[in-house]
C-alpha cells in the first residue's frame, strides 16, 4: 500500500498528490511514468512522473478527473493508502547535450513538461516555455515554470488570460525572428502536438513529441498505444510505453494515433458517468 502525503487542488478538473514511494521517487527520471492502482478492483492506469522528492520518498503525479479512476482517485485523500504505485517505468527524456531548449506544453501535459523544463534548467540550458489552456480557470504550475525557464509565454483559448490563442503562435514567431533551438519538446493533446510538428518544419527544428495521451495498459500487452511511424520512408510500428513515450515528431503518424484515441471515448465516458453517479449516491 502507498500513502496519499499531500494532496491539492490545481484546477476544477486538476489534482496534484504526492505518494509515498521511495524506491521509484530514487529511480524516477523526467519523462517517465508509473502505474497505479485506486483499489484491489480497480484498473490499472499509466500516470508521468511530474516531480520527486528523493530525500523524502515521495513521487508527484498530476492528473485530469476524465474517467472512471481518475474519479476514483480525486475521492482520495492525504493520509489514505492506493493499492499499487509501480515504477518507473517507460525511456527518459534524453536531455544530454542540449543547450538551448523550447518546452510547449498543453493542458495537463504542462505537468509532464515541467519536470523536463526543471531538469534542463538545473543542467544550465536555456529554457523558453510555452503553455497553453483553455481558459484562466485551467492554468496550472505558472510559478513553476517561470522559476525553470529563461523566458514563459502563457497562451488560453478565450484571452482569459496570458495571451490569446493557441501555442503554435508564439512559437512561429519565435522561429520567424530567427531563433534557433536545439530541440523543441511538446507534450498535451495529440492535435496540439501535430501542429507543433507542423509549425517547426519549414525551420528543420528537431521536435520530440511525448506520445504518452495514448497509453492504457502502459506495458506494451494491449496494444492501444500502437504507433505507426514513417522512418526513411517505411512504416515502423512501435509502442508508446514500452519504446517510448519519447519519439521523433516528425515520424508520428499523428491522424492515425487521434483516430485510435477516439474509440475509447465513448466507453471513457459511460464509465465516468457511472463512477460519478455512485459517490452521488453513497453521499446520499
Partial sequence: MYRIVE?????????????????????????????????????????????????????????????????????KGAGEYLQDFVGPLGEPTHLDGLKKVCIVGGGVGC?????????????????????????????????????????????TDDGSYGRQGNVTLPLKEMLEDGEQFDMIITIGPLIMMKFVVATAKPYGTPVTVSMNPIMIDGTGMCGGCRLTLNVDGKKVTKFACVDGPDFNGYEVDFDEAMARGRMYYGFERHAHEAACNLYKKEVQ
Fill in 7 to 75: 494532496k491539492k487542488i490545481l484546477s476544477p478538473t486538476v489534482v496534484q498528490l504526492q505518494i509515498e514511494a521511495p524506491l521509484v521517487a530514487n529511480k524516477a527520471k523526467p519523462g517517465q511514468f508509473i502505474i497505479l492502482r485506486v483499489d484491489e478492483e480497480g484498473e490499472r492506469i499509466p500516470l508521468t512522473v511530474a516531480g520527486t522528492d528523493r530525500a523524502a520518498g515521495t513521487v508527484k503525479i498530476i492528473y485530469q478527473i476524465v474517467g472512471a479512476t481518475t474519479e476514483k482517485l480525486s475521492h
Fill in 111 to 155: 505537468a509532464i513538461a515541467l519536470p523536463i523544463a526543471e531538469a534542463l534548467h538545473d543542467l544550465g540550458a536555456d529554457v523558453t516555455s510555452i503553455i497553453g489552456f483553455r481558459n484562466r480557470d485551467l492554468l496550472i504550475l505558472e510559478d513553476e515554470f517561470k522559476a525553470a525557464s529563461k523566458s514563459l509565454v502563457v497562451m
